[in-house]
């Protein structure tokens, strides 16, 4: 529908980000594939929307997502370099010292495709942060439901490192 409003060949952010829904809703279909093509799409034209080599959060979404994808097709060096993109990109936009959600999402991503890579003290790394970081956001003696699974992970990726 937005298509035929904005027009075939019109790059549009609602566009775009209607097509990274809908990557996103296919992931949870579990059909990747389909996924991946869409959320490729969001990603190009986001590019087109918000010019080549602009650091914008929603490029960073989309890079992220983009990572899950690879990530649920069991291509781990592409989810890693999507990962890692989105990170990069979201630092950019917001910097490296500010505790940001989606930043602290994002470096969980970077520790999960670390850890089913076997790198456990990378993954170790990556989680830490994110736990510091929601810490950061929503306090150290909450019981915010985004930082119990992230202490979790930790200390399960503790004692793998302990054991290596």
């Given at each position: ?9 019109t ?13 996103g809703?296919?992931?949870?279909l ?64 917001f ?18 495709v ?14 830490q ?5 929601l ?6 003696d909450t ?8 202490k ?13």
């Amino acid at each position: 529908m937005d298509k035929a409003i904005h027009g075939q060949s019109t790059a549009h952010p609602d566009i775009a980000e209607l097509l990274d829904n809908i990557g996103g809703a296919y992931n949870g279909l579990k059909d990747h594939r389909k996924s991946l093509s869409c959320l490729q799409q969001s990603l190009e034209m986001s590019k087109r929307v918000y010019g080549p080599g602009i650091a914008h959060p929603k490029v960073a979404g989309t890079l992220s997502n983009i990572g899950y994808a690879w990530h649920s097709l069991g291509d781990l060096r592409q989810a890693m370099d999507y990962c890692e993109q989105a990170l990069q990109m979201q630092n950019t936009v917001f910097g490296e010292t500010t505790a940001h959600d989606k930043t602290a999402t994002y470096l969980n991503n970077l520790g999960v495709v670390c850890a089913d890579l076997g790198d456990y003290k990378k993954a170790l790394g990556y989680h830490q942060q994110s736990l510091q970081m929601l810490q950061t956001i929503y306090g150290t003696d909450t019981t915010h439901p985004r930082i119990a699974p992230r202490k979790q992970m930790v200390n399960m990726l503790r004692l793998m490192t302990v054991k290596l």
